[in-house]
């Protein structure tokens, strides 16, 4: 393991010279012989809100304790700030850690669990208070001050908590999961925070989180994890409008998904059978293989009571429904065209309320979509 004794590096604020505010070169990190990041690289910007988003156990949390200290890679180079962090013990590092579980002290009240980093550095009464009455304005926490942790909610804990990292004024502020223990609603209303927060303070926020729309909403760009690699890296509207792996496009939001030959190549699209009497037509690959994976999302889907003139169309029967409030989700199963005996297909769709039109299960309706907007990937 690397030195805790090393000299502490001096950091700058953000100038035009400053790449990247973290950068992960070539990151490899094993646990008693088993590999949880493999070959990681990773560049986050100056004052971007970046979120590493993945399912449970797919090295996302690893990512940020690299990056944090909290541990050091097994092979590879963090660096903050163009400067390398590997030997660099937590305490040292241009960072703050926000934590799903607050982390708060107890037996202080608000203005000293913010204080306290301060405090560390030495830094005069006047100082402290004026930095403190600052944050504490920052995260809208002024008449709480002299409050204990446990007399707060749940969202002003995170605010306390976010206004301690903040207050240091880190090159970087790491997010663990940190709206992870909130109510919907207060986790809705924290997202609104955060977003006004980094606006506000133009620090460069890294996120973890598993909460796909949580990502969606929030970050500048989004790093997809699976299995310790990075499946692609974009903004919200890269990821889920232009997922590069059928993963991506599964992981991200909701989509329909279908394995199946092509049939047919054209210049801009391909047919696909995805089963007997079911021929797909989707947008082309380049050198596409012999067998590809379609990606539909509901909405992009039209659900209508006349077949129309889409690409793909097929007549089907609703067989369940969930009402969402804004939207109704269908599942509708699809009938082949000219087998009545090949397996049955279903699709999810989704349409806003309300659509005009009064559907129960067992009704027959048709489902169509262009070929621009079902995405193939290979195999």
Not at 159 to 172: E, G
Not at 261 to 272: D, F, G, I, K, N
Request: hydrophobic residues 40%; proline residues 6%; aromatic residues 8%.
């Amino acid at each position: 393991m690397p030195s805790l004794v090393s000299p502490t590096p001096t950091f700058s604020t953000h100038t035009a010279s400053t790449a990247w505010d973290v950068e992960l070169q070539q990151i490899h990190k094993s646990f008693a012989g088993e590999t949880v990041i493999n070959g990681v690289d990773l560049q986050i910007r100056p004052g971007e809100f970046f979120c590493i988003l993945g399912p449970s156990g797919c090295g996302k949390t690893t990512l940020l304790r690299l990056i944090a200290g909290f541990e050091f890679p097994t092979t590879g180079q963090v660096l903050i700030q163009n400067q390398t962090m590997n030997a660099v013990p937590p305490y040292k590092r241009p960072v703050n850690t926000v934590f799903q579980s607050y982390a708060l002290f107890n037996h202080l009240t608000v203005a000293e669990n913010i204080a306290f980093g301060l405090k560390l550095k030495r830094l005069s009464k006047s100082e402290i208070e004026q930095k403190v009455i600052t944050a504490l304005a920052g995260v809208r926490l002024d008449a709480f001050a002299q409050r204990y942790p446990q007399q707060l909610s749940g969202g002003q804990r995170q605010r306390v908590a976010l206004a301690r990292a903040l207050v240091n004024r880190p090159a970087v502020v790491l997010l663990d999961e940190p709206l992870g223990a909130l109510d919907l609603k207060l986790r809705k209303e924290m997202q609104v925070e955060l977003s006004r927060l980094h606006q506000e303070v133009g620090l460069t926020f890294v996120m973890v989180t598993h909460d796909q729309e949580e990502a969606l909403s929030l970050s500048d760009r989004i790093a997809v994890v699976r299995a310790g690699y990075i499946e692609q890296v974009g903004t919200p509207t890269e990821i889920y409008e232009h997922p590069k792996t059928a993963f991506v496009a599964d992981f991200i939001g909701e989509t329909n998904l279908f394995e199946g030959v092509v049939q047919v190549e054209e210049s801009a699209r391909l047919q696909v059978n995805i089963a007997e009497g079911f021929g797909l037509w989707s947008q082309t690959i380049p050198d596409a293989p012999p067998v590809v994976t379609l990606s539909i999302r509901p909405e992009k889907v039209q659900l209508t009571s006349k077949p129309t003139t889409q690409d793909n169309c097929f007549q089907g029967r609703i067989q369940h429904l969930m009402y969402l409030g804004t939207h109704v989700q269908f599942v509708v199963a699809l009938e082949a065209k000219g087998d009545e005996s090949a397996p049955q297909q279903t699709m999810t769709v989704r349409q806003p309320n309300p659509m005009g039109l009064t559907l129960e299960p067992n009704t027959s309706v048709y489902v169509s979509w262009s070929a621009e907007d079902c995405l193939t990937f290979a195999k």
